[in-house]
């Protein structure tokens, strides 16, 4: 099974212009629906390394002994992986044995969890630490706030959630405007779509799981095959969320959806006789979900069931051949809650957004209803 985390990417070169056309790049290149209107001004952020923090949140208590020692440590301008072998290397031990919940961007302040597995061994010296460098001129460092023992590995997507602090600059648009929207999204949410992160440069990972999914291309690597996949199984999600936005009905129950409990992966089938789930939809207590493609798992019935059916009917090939791959099927909120959600404008061309996202989403996802990105 795939386990569903925050940007995912492998990136690559554009195709080459004799590339056979993709079906799920010509849906990934079509913009997906806004659910409250048009972006209502432009910025940039990701100036600096500062502009985009990131604090995860792990969401269980430690032992504090055990064969694992867990890392609370704040990288900047390194990615998640180039962090794993710097840990490796200074522990003396295989990158295999170092273990994180979520992947992070690179070009930011991220604060995240991380375990290396030392059975018998005492905890390394990190004063041996160093940091590598790319060439570029980026400030990279890792900083290790505290370190504990814990009896279990850290595994991948077990953490709670992430804080956010966001600095938009260069910030064009009218305040009023900007905030009303902000007000909007505080109470209501915005769609759950898988962000750009996840399918690689220029759609590359849509491509190429498409290509293995059809047979006509091969990929040795486990690990880049789980990727891929995990694009084509995003794009189907973003797909069916879209036209429930355009439906009208991404935060509304849908006879035969199969609804999430807020704060759980619990679901379960409402089939219209519950009592109040309009209300509870509505209360953001319940969620409509989406599909993450594969075999088996609970479906939506009747009027629900039907939507998707005819939502992913040109993409019924690629959705049998997830399914012959052996993932499972799971379901995802189209609803994201955007918790705590503030904001201070620094001036009239910078505002600082600050709120929590659950584990698996997108902070991009919410920026898109508020602003267009620029680079």
């Given amino acids: 099974m795939i386990t569903e985390n925050e940007d995912l990417q492998i990136n690559h070169p554009y195709p080459e212009r004799q590339t056979l056309p993709s079906s799920l790049l010509n849906i990934y290149q079509a913009d997906f629906a806004y659910a409250h209107g048009q972006p209502v001004g432009s910025g940039k952020i990701k100036s600096q390394a500062a502009d985009f923090r990131v604090d995860e949140v792990l969401g269980y208590e430690l032992s504090h002994q055990g064969e694992h020692l867990y890392l609370d440590l704040r990288k900047q301008n390194l990615t998640t992986d180039e962090v794993v072998s710097t840990l490796a290397k200074a522990a003396g031990v295989p990158a295999k044995l170092v273990s994180y919940s979520g992947l992070k961007d690179k070009l930011a302040v991220t604060r995240q969890w991380f375990s290396i597995h030392l059975p018998g061994q005492a905890d390394p010296d990190w004063s041996m630490l160093k940091v590598p460098g790319d060439g570029s001129q980026l400030d990279a460092s890792i900083e290790i706030i505290k370190q504990i023992r814990h009896d279990k590995k850290l595994r991948r997507g077990v953490h709670q959630a992430n804080n956010f602090v966001i600095r938009i600059n260069a910030l064009d648009a009218d305040r009023d405007d900007f905030d009303a929207r902000l007000q909007i999204i505080k109470e209501k949410g915005v769609p759950n779509y ?182």
């Avoid at 399918?199 to 059809?214: A, S, T, V």
């Avoid at 505002?351 to 997108?362: D, I, K, N, T």
Wanted: with cysteine; net charge positive; glycine share 10%.
């Fill in 194 to 375: 898988f962000g750009p992160q996840r399918f690689g440069y220029g759609g590359q990972n849509l491509l190429h799981g498409e290509r293995i999914l059809k047979g006509t291309e091969r990929c040795r690597s486990r690990h880049k095959k789980g990727l891929y996949f995990s694009a084509v199984r995003s794009l189907l999600f973003n797909h069916v969320l879209s036209r429930r936005v355009k439906d009208a009905s991404w935060d509304q129950y849908k006879e035969g959806d199969v609804l999430m409990l807020d704060g759980s992966h619990s679901v379960f089938v409402a089939r219209g006789d519950e009592p109040g789930l309009d209300e509870r939809v509505m209360c953001q207590s319940l969620h409509p979900t989406g599909p993450l493609w594969g075999e088996k798992g609970l479906r939506p019935e009747s009027e629900s069931g039907i939507f998707e059916q005819q939502s992913l009917a040109a993409l019924a090939e690629v959705c049998t051949a997830l399914e012959k791959n052996g993932l499972a099927y799971q379901r995802r909120s189209l609803r994201l809650k955007v918790s705590d959600l503030s904001w201070k404008h620094l001036n009239r061309q910078a505002v600082e957004l600050s709120f929590s996202l659950p584990a698996g989403c997108f902070a991009t996802v919410v920026l898109r209803e508020i602003v267009k990105l620029v680079d």
